[in-house]
């Protein structure tokens, strides 16, 4: 296949019984409409994310905070 600026050549005998491969835009045409349906489900999986990051954050500073506590039991503890 050869490529010109504006044109396209193909061998007939080549391209005989080949079928014509689609456009690129054509696909994404193709996967955008597939993949609508999937949205409302990709928004939740996103607010779901989201919210396990908080949960997350949140149990960390918890954590943290409990582990320091303990620390400073255990320095006051080894000071007496």
Known sequence: ??????Y????PI???GKQAQPNTLD???AITKALEPLQPAIAVSQDFDVKI???VKMSFS???HEV???MDY?????ET
């Open 1 to 6: 296949m050869m490529r010109y600026i504006g």
């Open 8 to 11: 396209e050549w193909c061998c």
């Open 14 to 16: 080549f391209m005989e």
């Open 27 to 29: 696909i994404q045409d």
């Open 53 to 55: 990051k908080e949960i």
């Open 62 to 64: 918890e954590s943290k």
């Open 68 to 70: 320091i506590e303990d």
């Open 74 to 78: 255990r320095f006051q503890a080894i």
